[in-house]
């Protein structure tokens, strides 16, 4: 199985500041996903990001506010802009290994002050 | 348009005695499905996973799953509960086609000494 690493763990942030989650997995994945889990929820696609494609968002989810970077095929950002208390959440990237087997990173926790 | 229901939001068993964590989905083909784990402050850990082989699944620390088409379900049971499972459940059918997963709302597993 691979290995999905994302960094930051956890960070607390101000209003009206932006913060950048990485994620990075130990083989060359095709599809990468983002996930967002708020407080005692479960969890909700963001978006789908591809090598070489703009990211595809979910309903709900607009580029502007989660901008997704995907620069090679190990390799995403997911950037929450212009953060309110609302964003306070846990972020998660996965990757899909061809197959229909998703395996997940460790998540962000996100709080927002 | 799949979908996924778990029935029970909170499970509580005693420690030796089975667990029954109960999912329904909804998908308009054959769907793989899956059960992952998230034990608290953790990330999401793979428990099994249905894609239209055998019927029964096994996973892992003794977890199985049966998916029964007349009934549209994949319940989750384990003969006997540990402490250690005490945890987060989602039931998580798969889109075959985008390879999205779409989340059911959970299930938190309370083990009683």
């Known amino acids: 199985s691979a290995v999905i690493s994302q960094k930051p763990s956890r960070d607390i942030c101000q209003r009206g500041t932006s913060l950048t989650i990485q994620c990075q997995v130990d083989?060359?994945?095709?599809?990468m996903f983002w996930y967002r889990q708020q407080p005692g929820q479960s969890l909700t696609l963001i978006a789908t990001?591809?090598?070489?494609?703009?990211?595809?968002?979910e309903s709900g989810f607009v580029i502007d506010k989660f901008p997704i970077s995907r620069p090679n095929l190990t390799f995403s950002t997911l950037t929450v802009s212009n953060m309110s208390p609302e964003d306070s959440s846990i972020y998660l990237c996965?990757?899909?290994?061809?197959?229909?087997?998703?395996?997940f990173g460790p998540g962000t926790r996100l709080l927002v002050l | 348009a799949q979908s996924v229901t778990q029935l029970d939001s909170h499970v509580s068993v005693s420690e030796g005695t089975p667990v029954l964590l109960r999912c329904n989905y909804s998908s308009s083909y054959s769907p793989s499905l899956f059960w992952y784990v998230q034990h608290p402050n953790k990330g999401l850990q793979l428990l099994l996973k249905?894609?239209?082989?055998?019927?029964l699944v096994k996973g892992i620390n003794g977890f199985e799953a049966e998916f029964k088409k007349s009934e549209t379900s994949f319940h989750l049971t384990k003969p006997s509960a540990h402490m250690s499972d005490a945890a987060e459940y989602f039931c998580?059918?798969?889109?075959?086609?985008?390879?999205?997963?779409?989340f059911g709302q959970g299930t938190t597993l309370q083990v009683k000494p």
């Open positions: 083989s060359q994945v095709t599809m």
């Open positions: 249905y894609t239209s082989a055998a019927t």
């Open positions: 998580v059918v798969s889109s075959s086609n985008t390879g999205k997963l779409i």
């Open positions: 996965s990757a899909h290994l061809g197959g229909e087997t998703q395996y």
């Open positions: 990001a591809n090598q070489g494609s703009e990211a595809t968002y």
